[in-house]
């Protein structure tokens, strides 16, 4: 009997929503395009989504049995939810950083400071605005301060 | 020139994995990182102090020349932005 088979849709998009999140963190974070604004991300999010309602419908005609419903219903909340969880990790979590008010701004001094390289060895700003590289002054330096790996 | 909370193995080892040539920097006590007012509270592994995200573009005498705050960790500075502000230093 036909309407008994396997509901492909409902499950395809649920782990089409895993898919979805966990490539977020693993694949498109490496590149500013995909990363800045999750556009790739949102895509399969909305093909999960698709598939889901597509499984839904399957699940809930008349002839379904109750466990078919039931099934349904559990993988499309749960693909719900992870949309949700990708939502708040990416524009409500990502967002959660100190306001920095008091951080030097354009014309002002950069407070100088001594630290270690990755080779133990201690560098000041004022060694790295006045070594020469490749034989010249260099005409500035970019600091760049990250969260790190730890 | 990157700096972070991370001891100084932790950046020659993602140094060396990367192949990033510029200078890392180690602030484990946040102090250089407090010093610029980027402290992220309890952010870090175990609750630990890091640094937010920032960039700072500082001429040969010291002065700013261009800044980066990002709202959103997942935004950072691409290279083409501090290009451009590179390219008015004289």
New interface residues.
Partial sequence: MKTRSFNWPVWAGLLLSVFAFVSYFFVF?RF?VT??F?WASLLLFGAAAALLLVGLRRAFAPERRLRSKVAGSVAATLGVAIFGLFIFS??VM??W??A??????????????S??????RP?T??E???TPVNGK?????????????? | MAISVDAPEVSRDMREQAGYTYTFLSDPQAEVIRRYDLIHAGAGEGGRDIARPAEFLVDSSGTVRWVNLTENYWVRARPEQFIEAAKALR
């Fill in positions: 974070v500013p990363r800045d999750p990416t524009f990502a967002r950083l100190p920095a008010q008091g951080a030097p701004e354009v014309g002002q001094k950069a407070p100088e400071f630290l270690t390289d990755s080779d133990g560098v700003l004022s790295l605005r006045s002054p260099p005409k500035g330096v970019l600091l760049v301060f990250y969260r790190g790996y730890w």
